[in-house]
């Protein structure tokens, strides 16, 4: 697996600050563009009686909320059922319904919903009818495992099991029986039926103290009974613990942790240029303080830090000035990094540099803003993909061209697959060694592409950087976490919303949730995968901690756990965060590194 990457503050942020108040607040009529099963799917029922349950839909417009007043037109695909009625309107929220009568045919019976024009039309329901009582003979998990919680809180997805025959059909009107096993919470109700779909549901309120809680459902004599549930009572609370108003001459940009020693950048020009290294040594107690600083000649901004795995390189992006790239530096002793060589790009530099290891060799995914000259191809935005195995001499191996409408904000790289971060193109998917579409890092295949909604970042979408949820709980690769960055005045404003991106099926990516600030943006991110809960650099609102597990979906402002300004409302501008021994650090441009403390 490669070295999991930070995501970057944008090198234009002197342009978007003089921007910052432009944006239209105009609310437009919503424009329907999607419609998707919203309820009623894969049924099973005694032939020729309406199913259980209404068949729903949902249509949504590109930034997934709900269009009310869209006409749904709907029929029978089989012979002999009956559908009512057969035209139904969208409501308040977008969803439409219809009652399905099945046939008195056995098996398999489809009725569809339709909206000329819309993604996703005709939505197909296959349902089972059945002419003997179906048996029951199996019961399993289908929602609600794995989730975290705040202690003595509900959960935010309910608890579902699906019973189903020995062909797999859902069975309706099952009694499940529902019960805490461990952890002193509450379960409502105790006994659910299922419903035409083979579908029972409860709502787990976790009891008073942290750490694992258990509850299961229980039908006597399936296999699989009881099903296990398991859940996680946390209680977030950031508070600062040491460092802070650290680095007053500039503005301080990314940070890498390893071991006891941390580096930060600096960004633009304050008192000073934005061309030094900051070395930090980390005590016993994990505090921070400045023991060394490194300059880097004809740059004005180090945007991006990291280091290796193993601790020995460090590697920075540079901008602005005249020799903008990648520079490398030994860190045999850790202390005083020693510069080994260095790639330029001229004067349009590298904005973040992402290392990852892929088969046996190291790489640096570099990505170089716009030149400043036009047309020419080595003036264009690029993904640069270094070898930098040999660090003395980074060896360019592919140079992926990158539309020119901005560039690559970032680019995070895990199991072979490199996530690019491009403005208003969006979110680019590359093979550069997994193996889904045979790329590898002189030859990167894109496997898809999503240009995400527009919340939170008037006049375009900005994609900014992503972080790719490996949950070890649940053991899905499902999630994709997204930050768009808008208009920002560094000490004072920004704006932008997290964007949540289902991967399971990585050629066709889909949005499907979205965390929005109120007078606030997000900018980058760092994963506690173990406890599932994304820590977010929020900018002017400082450091945002968000449960990230279960299932995401819709509007997830409920699932905020914990929010602290480091440096106070008038010296808070986060830049970004790092898990490290136990600690969360976070740099912030106004204020520089502070140690804080997650619960």
């Known amino acids: 697996m490669g070295t999991m990457n930070k995501q970057k503050a944008t090198w234009s942020l002197l342009v978007l600050a003089s921007t910052a108040c432009s944006g239209s607040t105009d609310v437009g009529t919503p424009v329907p563009t999607k419609v998707e099963a919203f309820g009623g799917t894969d049924q099973s029922g005694a032939v020729g009686t309406p199913l259980l349950d ?4 949902r249509v949504t417009d590109a930034d997934g909320n709900g ?119 509450t379960i409502s109700p105790v006994s659910s039926t299922t419903n035409g779909s083979g579908v029972a549901s409860a709502e787990f309120t976790l009891g008073p103290l942290e750490g694992e809680q258990q509850a299961q459902a229980l039908v006597g004599g399936l296999t699989g009974s009881p099903v296990m549930f398991r859940a996680t009572a946390v209680e977030i609370a950031l508070s600062v613990v040491a460092g802070g108003n650290n680095v007053p001459e500039r503005y301080s940009s990314d940070l890498w942790v390893h071991g006891s020693y941390a580096y930060s950048g600096t960004w633009g020009y304050r008192n000073r240029p934005g061309n030094v290294l900051k070395v930090w040594s980390l005590d016993a107690s994990g505090a921070p303080s400045l023991v060394g600083s490194v300059t880097v000649p004809s740059i004005g901004t180090v945007s991006d830090v990291q280091v290796s795995d193993d601790g020995q390189l460090l590697v920075l992006s540079g901008e602005r000035g005249d020799d903008g790239g990648i520079y490398t530096f030994s860190l045999g002793d850790p202390a005083n990094p ?72 970032d680019t995070f790289v895990r199991d072979g697959l490199a996530f690019v971060f491009a403005w208003n193109e969006g979110l680019i998917i590359y093979d550069v060694g997994n193996g889904i579409s045979g790329g590898s890092p002189a030859q990167p295949v894109e496997v898809s592409r999503l240009l995400t909604a527009v919340n939170g970042v008037p006049g375009g979408r900005a994609v900014h950087n992503g972080w790719w949820f490996h949950n070890p709980v649940s053991g899905e690769n499902r999630y994709l976490f997204i930050g768009q960055e808008g208009p920002i005045i560094v ?41 599932q809960i994304l820590y977010a650099a929020y900018y002017n609102a400082g450091v945002v901690a968000l449960d990230v597990s279960g299932t995401l979906s819709g509007d997830l402002s409920n699932r905020l756990l914990s929010q602290i300004k480091p440096g106070g409302s008038s010296k808070t501008f986060t830049w970004g965060v790092q898990l490290a021994n136990g600690w969360l650090y976070a740099i912030d441009m106004e204020s520089g590194l502070w140690q804080l403390k997650t619960e």
Do not use: C
């Open 54 to 57: 209404s068949l729903k839909v």
């Open 67 to 185: 269009v009310p007043g869209v006409g749904v037109t709907w029929s029978v695909l089989t012979d002999g059922g009956q559908i009512s009625p057969a035209t139904s309107t969208t409501n308040s929220t977008g969803a439409a319904a219809t009652q399905f009568t099945l046939s008195p045919s056995e098996g398999d019976q489809q009725a569809e919903a339709q909206v000329s024009g819309l993604a996703g039309s005709p939505v197909v329901f296959t349902a089972h009818g059945h002419i003997q009582p179906l048996v029951p003979e199996n019961i399993e998990a289908v929602a609600g495992d794995g989730q975290n919680g705040t202690v003595g809180a509900r959960l935010l997805d309910s608890l579902s099991v699906r019973v189903t025959d020995a062909f797999g059909h859902g069975v309706p009107a099952v009694s499940v029986s529902w019960s805490v096993v461990t952890g002193g919470g």
């Open 338 to 409: 020693t510069p080994l060589g260095s790639t330029s790009v001229g004067e349009r530099g590298v904005h973040t540099v992402t290392l990852s290891t892929i088969n046996g060799r190291t790489y640096a995914f570099a990505a170089m803003n716009p030149g400043f000259s036009g047309d020419k191809t080595e003036d264009k935005p690029a993904l640069m993909i270094y070898d930098v195995t040999q660090p003395t001499a980074p060896a360019l191996v592919h140079r992926e061209p990158i539309e020119p409408h901005y560039g690559i904000h």
């Open 491 to 531: 000490g004072s404003s920004s704006r932008g919303d997290i964007h949540v991106v289902d991967v399971s099926d990585l050629h066709n990516p889909r949005e499907v949730a979205f965390f929005h600030m109120s007078g606030a943006g997000t900018h980058n991110f760092w994963m506690d995968e173990q406890r």
